[in-house]
């Protein structure tokens, strides 16, 4: 019998662990799938409007939070503007 049986086997770790890796990247990296948000999206940029005032000062506080803050309330700060599409 020859010594180069079993040859093959030791290839298979080195061949199985970069198969594993490219197969995990390609599932969690999704490149092929991804959306190209600069290429494939029109945005409309218009001027910042409001206005900034101030309200009350607090001074030498030891709370940790505002209360009333919407930190956790994406939808109710971040809403998309509608109006026309032209």
Same mark, same amino acid.
């Given at each position: 019998?020859?010594?180069?049986?079993?040859?093959?086997?030791?290839?298979?770790?080195?061949?199985?662990?970069?198969a594993?890796y490219?197969?995990?990247? +390609?599932?969690?990296?999704n490149?092929d799938? $991804?959306?190209?948000?600069?290429r494939?999206?029109d #945005?409309?940029?218009?001027?910042?409007?409001?206005?900034?005032?101030?309200?009350?000062?607090i001074k030498?506080?030891q709370? +940790?939070?505002?209360?009333?803050?919407?930190? $956790?309330?994406y939808?109710?700060r971040?809403?998309? #503007?509608r109006g026309d599409?032209?």
């Amino acid at each position: 019998m020859s010594d180069d049986s079993g040859l093959w086997l030791l290839a298979v770790g080195p061949v199985g662990a970069t198969a594993l890796y490219w197969a995990l990247y +390609r599932y969690y990296r999704n490149t092929d799938k $991804s959306h190209a948000f600069e290429r494939e999206t029109d #945005v409309m940029a218009k001027p910042v409007t409001g206005s900034d005032h101030k309200v009350d000062e607090i001074k030498g506080t030891q709370e +940790r939070r505002i209360d009333g803050d919407n930190v $956790s309330a994406y939808r109710q700060r971040v809403q998309r #503007v509608r109006g026309d599409s032209s």
